[in-house]
């Protein structure tokens, strides 16, 4: 019997047959790889994990975002149904804390149809822990196509488009070349570069030799397919991620493990690697397939606008021996040196009938 070989061992040898893997086919084995992938096998959230999120942080973040869902809910006329989708639910903890905070809303939660897009089957576990005793049950579809079309969509995307990857393409003295991964003489993995004469978008702006360009389909599809499903129902949808807010070049791959960078090509599949998102790319695509969007904002502008600062106060007042964690919390998730800039949010919404919570200038 031949020995169990590792991501690493398997990519090695593919790519020793087949050729140097572009970037982002070897971040998607390193993610979905059915065997090994890191959020196929062994998604590790939070403190005592490889990374954190903004719902981990504070229950402030995923209450503001539930009384955004209400709002939006109100302004589309407060139906006697509408689906409430998250793509990406993490360990649930932004869905448990927006539905708590939509208790204010008692219509609203008997008017929900809660479906949660998630293929990794550990966080899916993990998702039907935290929402077991919630006020409304989940069900699970494995994409966008599955949602149906028959009642407006509030949909919720955190930290999704980072997962998304794109392959990376090198400004050079003598033309573009495409970074992909190959395999040394050793047998370990490399990044390396190959020329390229077609097949690329040039971008439409000023790129210096060294510079890299990231393209990323996937985000780009992400926008199409969500504009798609909100065109088809009416409502509106939320991304909220790292990310640019104007096509510019940046080499934004970056491997996680216990919250330090690592090599993004160290231990496949046992890693959590990330890009940034490109808002403008998605936002293109989504007004392509026919729905409106806004313009992005900084998370901190946005959680203010919604009223973290009054929610903050209300928590410290209820538990003032809590204060400075409160303090620090809302300074992690707002402040401009923290995530307050870095994350951009940014709504694709139904056209020409919604104005969308916290969009309004």
């Known amino acids: 019997m031949d020995p169990v070989q590792t991501l690493a061992q398997r990519l090695a040898r593919e790519i020793a047959l087949t050729g140097p893997m572009t970037i982002a086919d070897y971040v998607t084995r390193c993610l979905h790889d059915p ?14 994990g490889d990374f954190i999120t903004a719902p981990m942080i504070s229950q402030m973040f995923g209450e503001l975002i539930g009384l955004w869902a209400v709002e939006t809910w109100e302004r589309l006329g407060a139906p006697e149904r509408v689906r409430l989708v998250e793509v990406g639910p993490g360990d649930g903890t932004l869905m448990a804390d927006a539905l708590r905070a939509s208790r204010l809303a008692p219509d609203f ?47 919720i995307a955190n930290e999704v488009l980072d997962c998304l ?79 640019r807010s104007r096509p510019e070049a940046g080499d934004t791959l970056q491997g996680l493990r216990r919250h330090h960078k690592v090599d993004p090509l160290d231990a496949p599949g046992q890693t959590d690697l990330t890009q940034w998102a490109d808002f403008p790319a998605v936002q293109d695509a989504a007004v392509r397939a026919g ?7 900084g998370q901190g502008e946005f959680l203010q606008l919604l009223g973290i600062e009054a929610r903050a106060d209300r928590l410290k007042n209820g538990r003032p021996e809590a204060a400075p964690v409160i303090d620090r919390q809302l300074a992690r998730l707002t402040a401009d040196d923290q995530m307050g800039t870095l994350i951009k949010v940014c709504a694709i919404f139904s056209p020409r009938t919604l104005i969308v919570p916290g969009f309004e200038a």
């Open 109 to 155: 939660l008997q008017a929900v149809d809660l479906v949660l897009i998630e293929p990794s089957p550990p966080l899916r576990a993990a998702q039907a822990r935290m929402l077991a005793d919630s006020d409304v049950h989940p069900r699970w579809v494995s994409d966008l196509g599955k949602v149906e079309t028959d009642a407006p969509v509030i949909l």
């Open 291 to 297: 729905a409106d969007v806004t313009g992005c904002m």
């Open 165 to 243: 990857p794109a392959r990376q393409f090198v400004k050079t003295e003598d033309g573009w070349a495409e970074r992909r991964v190959g395999v040394t003489d050793e047998g370990g993995l490399t990044f390396g570069l190959v020329t390229i004469s077609g097949g690329f978008k040039r971008p439409d702006f000023s790129v210096e030799p060294g510079q890299t360009v990231e393209i990323s389909d996937q985000q780009a599809a992400f926008g199409r397919d969500v504009a798609t499903l909100i065109k088809a129902t009416s409502g509106a949808a939320l991304l909220i991620d790292y990310g």
């Open 35 to 48: 065997q090994d992938g890191y959020y196929a096998t062994r998604p590790s959230i939070g403190a005592t």
